[in-house]
């Protein structure tokens, strides 16, 4: 995968950094997007393949970027197709963070140092080149504007942003709510956008959430004592009817 083309996780990252402050929107949820851009990213790269509501590894074969080929190796790792609410519902740590000081090192962003109340040491990230952020915005505002179905990667792009809750700051206020309706309205253009973006809806919404265990059923499961850290079990909650939708922010 050549570097001419930025992948659908900066994109998302890029839309959602607010030029003003240098911070991100909606910083929980982009973490579970951030993910679930990877997935798209790698189906289109002709990586893994949607199986139902699972994913699957079908060419193990590196992309060539290290954050997607990480994610890749991990799925392979699992040697069976995996949720796609499960994956994007795992361990994240950093991601975000990880795709900041990718765009730094490819020269999109640059870091600001500065402090929180005078002590605490803090980042901001300010976009070096603005016209890259102005064209990706200008995607989305055509394919709203205009009606006309967009190409698979705005529209996977879409429904991310609408997944993740950008659409509030993307299109603020009332006279933004018609925008983010149709927004969220773009989310039917892409199979595989659409399923990750349910996912990233699911996970929030709490349908991967495992189920309650007390600490005496808990230490059972894991063969630890009840203060211990809980193993990693894998879960299967049920899922009965569609996935979970979200009303337009």
């Known amino acids: ?76 790792r699992r040697g069976s197709p995996v949720r796609a609410v499960h994956w994007i519902g795992g361990p994240r740590l950093g991601l975000r963070q990880t795709y900041l000081t990718h765009l730094e090192r490819c020269g999109m962003v640059h870091a600001v140092a500065g402090q929180m109340c005078g002590v605490l040491p803090t980042t901001r990230y300010q976009a070096t080149d603005t016209a890259v952020s102005r064209e990706i915005r200008a995607r989305l505002d055509s394919a709203i504007r205009t009606g006309v179905p967009p190409d698979p990667r705005t529209a996977a792009l879409a429904a991310l942003a609408h997944a993740v809750g950008l659409g509030k700051h993307l299109y603020p206020g009332n006279e933004g709510r018609s925008s983010r309706s149709r927004l969220r309205d773009l989310i039917r253009h892409d199979p595989m956008g659409g399923l990750v973006a349910h996912a990233v809806m699911d996970v929030q919404n709490g349908v991967a959430a495992p189920p309650r265990r007390g600490p005496a059923q808990g230490a059972a499961a894991t063969g630890q004592s009840a203060g211990g850290r809980p193993g990693g079990v894998p879960m299967q909650p049920s899922r009965s009817g569609g996935m979970a939708r979200v009303p337009a922010h």
Request: glycine letters at 10%.
């Open 1 to 76: 995968m050549g570097r001419s083309r930025r992948t659908i996780p900066e994109e998302l990252l890029l839309l959602a950094l607010d030029p003003t402050t240098g911070t991100t929107a909606q910083p929980q949820s982009l973490d579970l997007g951030l993910a679930g851009a990877q997935l798209v990213e790698l189906a289109m790269a002709g990586r893994i393949a949607p199986d139902g509501d699972r994913i699957a590894v079908v060419m193990p074969r590196p992309t060539g970027d290290p954050t997607l080929d990480s994610a890749l190796e991990l799925l392979r």
